[in-house]
């Protein structure tokens, strides 16, 4: 344990992966301080509006959909790769090309990458973490998709604050267009710095070690996890583990059928879908808007919007900490029930006109921290151990669809729902699927911590 934790190749690989992480949550929150801007300038109807604010989602549901599948053919690595080109094309596109039809292709070209990062960067550190620590580096991956938001809102921030001191800089200069006359492009443009070190970075890191067996290049992969654990014997074992269940597998959709692997799939699913209803994304996209309508004034509201995100990457720090000493299973009901009751409390203040005070405050923050620790990054632990080897990627876009799919209700409704429920029954109604996920959790979910992922499938094939 005490070679794996001091590797620092171990390191390389997880950050550069989670650089993955990071360009994805930056680009879904960057839309918040571009909007505004965008719509002005080109005088956007509400048609045109939608379809700016959707075209990145529609291209990470293109994303999803063709990933898993080319993941399991043509490795991990090469569709890191492709996420990264994807990102820094968009990036660069959104930043300087003029036609708004091409600046939302360019936005959809982002979007693809989203989907493809949003399942490989997840599914790639898993396969090349020890079991040990598995748990926590999978977790960095959800820690850097909050800091990427988080950095979106700084940056947004910041960008606009240096727009209003700038008067003397030439009006014909590329610096004065992007930074200053129309700003929302040099929002976009910080996504290329990053894009690139993504790109740069995975010429450092390896193919997954698990993929390389199942396509029967064993040296390579020996060497790989060699260099991670620094047990040559452990190693060897673990080979040997993977080999033997790859022979047992077709990598057939119809082996997530069978009844173990049919419970395992059902959970796949259930987790990012209660998780997108646990009411995340009401608040990272309807905060202002919420606190504004209560009465909080709406910079107020704004600056609650980066405390809001700066608790969300903090908390996180919760789930790399305990996430493989407590386990998956204890810290999801924990951060489930926390959720539950948090958001109870949040319905209750908003009923009974509580919106000034410190307790409203604090029920939000206690609902950040419980889902920073577990519901956000949980999901991605668990769908990127449950699944057999050769259909992995597969079973992985079948889980992060249903999660696009949940986000994409939640956002449709979450509006209708204020309108109709009230905020407080809007709050009630999240809360209630918290609690669903609690039971789902407590009756379906078995504890995978310290477990190599052939030990898990192992035991999937054992359930009748």
Known sequence: MEGIQNNKYLILITSVASLGGLLFGFDIAV???????????FALSPVEEGWFVSSALIGAVIGVAFSGELSDRYGRKKLLVLAALLFFFSALGCTLIPSLFWIIGARMIGGVGIGVASIIVPL???????????????TCYQLAVTTGILIAYLTNAALLNFTLGQHGLSADSLFYLLYVKEVWRGMFSILILPSLLFLVGLILVPESPRWLIMKGINERAISILTRI???????????ADISRNLKSEKGTYKELLQPGMRKALSIGLLLPFLSQFSGINAIIYYGPTILHNAGITMSNSLLSQIIFGFAIVVFTFIAIWKVDKIGRRKLYLVGTAGATISLFLTGLCFYFGYTSGILLLVSVLLFLASFAFSIGPLKFVVAGEIFPNKIRGRAMALSIMVMWIADTIVGQLTPVSLRELGTAGTFWVFSFFCLVGFFVILKMLPETKGKSLEQIEDFWKAVH
Do not use: C, H, M
């Open 31 to 41: 839309i918040s301080g571009v909007l505004p801007f965008v719509q002005k300038q």
């Open 229 to 239: 654990t620094n047990d040559r014997k452990q190693v060897s074992i673990d080979v």
């Open 124 to 138: 790639y550190i898993s396969e090349i973490s020890p079991a040990a620590i598995r748990g926590r580096l999978v």
